[in-house]
């Protein structure tokens, strides 16, 4: 049974940090190319990075230099450390996988706010 659990979400000050973890199973994880989306309120869900089975990484423009992504292929495991936090940061955090010839998976989100 395919499974990525998101965890690590929560209530942050701007300007404060969160560290999201997504504990991925039941498929191979080392050959996936993992991402985080993030979803507003009546917006559509956006990419905000992903890392590539090789540890290749891009980032949305709007968190350049702020978020980093990373993976422990031994843990099946990708993480987003976000810093300096904003409120339009404010949004529901997707774990994805996908493969150019296999099907992908979604986890099922993470609630992040941003509010003082």
């Known amino acids: 049974q395919v499974q990525l659990v998101e965890s690590g979400g929560g209530l942050v000050q701007p300007g404060g940090s969160l560290r999201l973890s997504c504990a991925a199973s039941?498929?191979?994880?080392?050959?996936?190319?993992m991402g985080w989306y993030h979803q507003a309120p009546g917006k559509q869900r956006e990419m905000v990075a992903k890392?590539?089975?090789?540890?290749?990484?891009n980032y949305a423009d709007s968190v350049k230099g702020r978020f980093t992504i990373s993976r422990d292929n031994a843990k099946n495991t990708v993480y987003l450390q976000m810093n300096s936090l904003k409120p339009e940061d404010t949004a529901v955090y997707y774990c994805?996988?996908?493969?150019?010839?296999?099907?992908?998976?979604w986890g099922q989100g993470t609630q992040v706010t941003v509010s003082s």
């Open positions: 039941g498929f191979a994880f080392r050959i996936y190319h």
């Open positions: 994805n996988a996908e493969n150019p010839v296999l099907r992908a998976y």
């Open positions: 890392i590539t089975s090789g540890g290749s990484t």
